[in-house]
């Protein structure tokens, strides 16, 4: 293990003090090993590495962390350089021994103690009770290429503008044989995404050296080409001085195939990697990064088809210069699933190919044509002797009602049954939020949550689950509910008796024991969130995307968000010109020119930009909301 260029008397007074705190230590060591464990598989080696030759010695079982526990005490409480006695002959405790390896190091780092790595004798070693253990402090020695033996964990904060320069530093060898399933590198966000570029353009050139030794061109012959990182700003492959003979090209795709051709519109391509960075990390949220085992690629499996279209496809944009000329959000509204043996249900609307068909008796029996039923998808013949079926789709739709086209919108059948069912006036799933993020950690191993008494009246009981708020503050990309359990016992008590997280308070706490802690199959995002905690229902839980929205209070609000959501989505396909919206009770909702207006006998009622919904869709619902259930108020007062 090795931290690069750092003062080393100043660091190991700074760890001995810091390593006083034994509790904290093991909490902190505890929790890294919890979230490192089991995340890399002997087969993910196997598949990334074929040609390992050491991979039978791989050791696959991960230990229990209880069972190393005293064995990370009994090392760190014994933390020190190596020893000279009078004879100097090098001296080795039974905990961690604090090295430097630089061209700098002396090598005495105090009387009586050595400064730089040296490995105990075979003498030495066989009269030991167990492996002396290094933390190597160094600079240049260490990532230009020294080895050392048994190496387990490297943190790299070294960084470089020059690619050439940036891989000389990566020659970490020496890693532990059989321990490769718990070896790590630990870096800076900005040096990882550099050492990723460096390997796609390792890639790069060794697949374009092997193209041109099958066939026969000798290196003289042509001029390798290098990919330049213009999206990592100031990043260069070498020094000018080296690049002297280099000749820029522009971009050459080397015979692959990509639908986008216009690569003018700068803010395009710029949002779009916007988009499906956000896109990757929200699905490694969801689901555990897989390496597939046929092709050089990454796999995430089991993403709902909801996250898919909400974080990616509806937010890809492809240039109107492009000549593909097709816009995404299309294919999007086409979007379909099946529940269990049910029919397909469509969430949005269809879309529909016109082709060279004649006889179209014929074709109703044609699956294109049967597939607009079951998924408002298909084809449709059209030659100058084949135009009624057409004619006949053309006049249905332009004859829809506004009530019409929503209910062929409706939620999917599976969906709508729960929520049909669902008791509104029951409100007993409990959103808490937690202090920080140790709690998270605490809880989630003990199987517990919990809150003041204050904060829960008594119609708030019984509480029958618990949802677990991560907030944005604490846990940055991974904030929003991720864990909810079902409560098995609640139990008011004193603070001072959950022992679990220690304070020493009489205040009364209700100490909730969760049955088991569920992973949310889609995390809920956190928005515009406040005012912890807040009672929902199970209903919302599981089928709602954004925090806030399990506040929503009734079904019609429901149906009216989810409406709402498909409106400023869609906008995205929309001529600004053209009105598109549905009826809400007697009042008309559009969307026109960037805004969403309510209309009621043909006067505008109510109006909130697109831009706002988009913003801040839970804040900009609840203006609408409470203007609907203001009028609806009013026209029953009158009524009346």
């Given amino acids: 293990m090795y931290i690069i260029t750092i003062r080393t008397r100043v660091f190991l007074k700074a760890l001995q003090l810091w390593l006083k705190n034994e509790n904290e230590v093991l909490t902190r060591c505890e929790t890294i090993y919890a979230s490192e464990k089991g995340t890399v598989t002997k087969e993910e080696l196997k598949a990334a590495n074929p040609d390992y030759g050491f991979i039978d010695e791989v050791q696959e079982e991960y230990p229990e962390f209880d069972s190393i526990r005293a064995e990370i005490m009994s090392m760190l409480n014994d933390v020190r350089n190596i020893l000279l006695d009078d004879n100097k002959s090098l001296q080795y405790g039974k905990g961690v021994h604090i090295c430097v390896d630089n061209c700098k190091a002396n090598k005495e780092a105090e009387e009586g103690t050595t400064l730089r790595i040296v490995y105990p004798t075979d003498e030495q070693m066989a009269t030991m009770e167990k492996d002396p253990v290094f933390l190597v402090i160094g600079g240049n020695t260490l990532a230009r290429g020294l080895t050392i033996d048994g190496l387990v964990c490297s943190y790299f904060s070294r960084n470089s503008n020059q690619a050439d320069t940036l891989m000389q530093m990566a020659r970490w060898f020496g890693y532990r044989k059989g321990f490769e399933l718990m070896q790590r590198i630990w870096m800076t966000e ?207 739709l332009i004859s829809d009602s506004p009530n019409s086209a929503f209910e062929r919108a409706t939620l999917p059948r599976g969906i709508e049954d729960k929520l049909t069912k669902t008791d509104w006036k029951r409100r007993d799933v409990l959103a808490g939020a937690l202090r920080n993020r140790s709690q998270l950690e605490t809880s989630l191993k003990h199987k517990f949550y919990h809150i003041p008494a204050a904060w829960i009246s008594e119609s708030d009981l019984p509480i029958h689950y618990v949802a677990i708020y991560q907030s944005i503050n604490l846990f940055g990309k991974e904030a929003g509910i991720r864990y909810y359990g079902e409560v098995i016992r609640c139990s008011l008590v004193k603070r001072r008796e959950i022992r679990e997280i220690p304070k020493n308070s009489d205040e009364l706490y209700y100490r909730l024991e969760i049955k088991e802690w569920k992973e949310m199959n889609v995390p809920l995002v956190a928005k515009e969130v406040r005012d912890f905690p807040f009672f929902t229902n199970m209903f919302l839980l599981q089928h709602c995307s954004e925090v806030p929205n399990l506040r929503i209070k009734t079904a019609e609000e429901y149906r009216l968000y989810t409406e709402l959501k498909r409106l400023s989505q869609d906008s995205a396909v929309n001529d600004e010109e053209n009105t598109n919206g549905f009826m809400y009770n007697d009042k008309r909702i559009v969307l026109e020119n960037g805004n969403i207006q309510v209309i009621a006998s043909d006067r505008i009622m109510e109006q909130v930009t697109l831009e706002s919904f988009s913003r801040k869709p839970s804040a900009v619902f609840s203006v609408i909301k409470n203007f609907l259930n203001s009028t609806e108020e009013q026209n029953g007062n009158s009524k009346s």
């Fill in 190 to 396: 900005s040096v990882l995404k550099k050492f990723e570029a460096l390997s796609q353009i390792d890639m790069d050139m060794k697949e374009e050296i092997e193209q041109f030794m099958e066939r026969g061109i000798s290196p003289e012959l042509f001029g390798p080409r290098i990919r330049n990182i213009p999206e990592i700003k100031s990043f260069r492959i070498t020094s000018k001085k080296k690049s002297q003979q280099a000749e820029y090209d522009d971009f050459d795709f080397s015979g692959d195939t990509y639908e986008t051709t216009d690569f003018d519109n700068g803010d395009v391509l710029k949002k779009n990697i916007e988009v499906a960075d956000a896109f990757i990390d929200r699905i490694s949220q969801i689901s555990k990064r897989e390496v597939s085992k046929t092709v050089k690629a990454f796999v995430w499996r089991n993403i709902d088809y909801r996250v898919i279209n909400d974080e990616f496809i509806s937010k890809y944009v492809i240039s109107p210069n492009s000549g593909l000329n097709v816009n995404i959000p299309i294919y999007r509204d086409a979007i379909v699933y099946q529940n269990g043996a049910e029919p397909y249900e469509r969430t949005m609307f269809g879309a529909y190919v016109l082709f060279p068909y004649a006889n179209e008796d014929e074709y109703r029996t044609h699956n294109f044509f049967e597939s607009i039923d079951k998924v408002n998808i298909g084809g449709l013949p059209f030659l100058p002797s084949a135009t009624g079926m057409v004619k006949n789709m053309l006049d249905a």
